[in-house]
């Protein structure tokens, strides 16, 4: 967590990190409905540390989903890299795909239908991935006793998912998820049709795992006291990963921050910060706020300071040898003049 803090300002936040079960580099994914492609992801990267719980927040349709299809081998990329715990995704045969599926990965879906068979008890639905997985009876039954044990859920055991709560049904999902002892559990939007208490409960529980089992988890949420609780949380905007927020090590006094940047996902700025992403070839996305306030039009004076850099509407920013804008204007003056017109991303 806190290698990732150090590291915030300008670190592409791929490849770098020695301890990394997941690594997107660059990841797309178009999907083709007909003649129309929709993209996706559009060179998106994403580090996760083994160990780590990180949240996953965004607006509907942002990519959130296809991001976890394409980690979780459900999906395959259309371009960039993506490797789990040393799988290259990229380039995995079905066969292949298919074992990293049992193995490799729990994924938890929002709809609780999606996660458990109807016509089978709990017990049952937490045996099936290990049947698949070849795990032969006797270990199968001590084991899903374990998991039920693990998720709180060994007294319903023999119900069928129709008589139990949602809530109850998640916490078997979850025990469905980790049936094969994967080494990353993905949740899209778990506790989506929970109430927030329930919802509460289910997010305590994964946290728990993830810290007994270090059991490294990317868990999508809309939920800020959620993703307020993971060790860190990425937005993501237009299928690219756009900002970071990190909880404060030591929280800020009250009024000693501006608040705001932390907005979109609702989390106090005094007790995280949020930073926005680089990758490693320059682009960043403007906060909405700043597109919003400030009238880019699409383009950008660039001045690079001694320590800063700003970023001016094209044209409103002062002459480079103006009178005192801004803290950095003596060393603005030795710069060469801006470029007029400079893009903010390439995407
Ligand atoms: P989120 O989970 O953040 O709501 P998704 O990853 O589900 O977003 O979707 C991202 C974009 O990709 C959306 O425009 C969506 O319509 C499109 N999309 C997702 N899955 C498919 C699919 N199977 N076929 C076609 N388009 C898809
Ligand atoms: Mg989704």
Known sequence: MMPYASALPNTPNTASAPNALVTCDNLVKIYKVDDIEVVALQGLDLSVATGEMVAIVGASGSGKSTLLNVVGGLDVPSAGRCFVAGNDLTRM???QRTT???FS?????????RNLLPELTLAENVALPQVMGGVGAGRRAK???????????????RKKPHQLSGGEQQRGAIAVALANAPALLLADEPTGELDSVTAGEMFALLRRLNKELK??????????????????TLAIRDGRTSTETVRRAA???????????SAVIGLSGATHREVVLIDRVGRLQL?????????????????????HVELWPAHA???????GNGAGAGSAAELPAPPSAVKETEA
């Open 93 to 95: 045969s079905e066969a």
């Open 100 to 102: 990293y599926r049992c």
């Open 105 to 113: 990965v729990g994924h938890i879906w929002q709809q609780s239908g």
């Open 143 to 157: 084991r899903t006793a374990e998991l039920l044990e693990l998720v709180g859920m060994t007294q319903h055991a």
């Open 215 to 232: 059991l490294t988890t990317v868990i999508v949420t809309h939920d800020a006291a959620i993703a307020s609780q993971a060790d860190r």
């Open 251 to 261: 929280p800020l006094a009250a009024g000693a921050h501006t608040g705001g940047a």
């Open 287 to 307: 906060p909405t706020e700043a597109l919003e306030r400030i009238a880019f039009g699409g383009r950008a004076d660039v001045r690079i300071l001694a320590d």
């Open 317 to 323: 920013a002062p002459a480079p040898d103006g009178n």
